[in-house]
Nanobody, 118 residues
Framework: QVQLVESGGGLVQAGGSLRLSCAAS???????MGWFRQAPGLEREFVAS????????EYADSVRGRVTISRDNTKNTAYLEIDKLKPEDTAIYYC????????????WGPGTQVTVSS
């Protein structure tokens, strides 16, 4: 089992950038990592995922080109960089982990709030 904690959220002006971090409680090179977000009144949506070694990444069409997911297995940390932030990026961002690719996401962090002002 692994515990996840996100950080790096905050209030940012539109057009700015943020880097979110997701720290794992244990060695997490055996987990696929993902980022999700949930805006007020909306369902949680997939943002990006990254494979065990970081070679394989996937992005939601809504953020492709503005978002970069990465991981540092030596630090047990995953990252999500968001550029050219828009007000519609305002949401709680969650990181998640799963052992098997394409399986349900097993572990979730508590989330970090990102608010983008226009």
């Amino acid at each position: 089992q692994v515990q996840l904690v996100e950080s790096g959220g905050g209030l940012v002006q539109a057009g700015g950038s943020l880097r979110l971090s997701c720290a794992a409680s244990r060695t997490f090179s055996s987990y696929v990592m993902g980022w999700f977000r949930q805006a007020p009144g909306l369902e949680r949506e997939f943002v990006a995922s990254i494979g065990y070694s970081g070679m394989i990444t996937e992005y939601a069409d809504s953020v492709r080109g503005r978002v970069t997911i990465s991981r540092d297995n030596t630090k047990n940390t995953a990252y999500l960089e968001i550029d050219k932030l828009k007000p519609e990026d305002t949401a709680i961002y969650y990181c998640a982990a799963r052992i098997i690719a394409d399986a349900p996401w097993q572990y979730w962090g508590p989330g970090t709030q990102v608010t983008v002002s226009s």
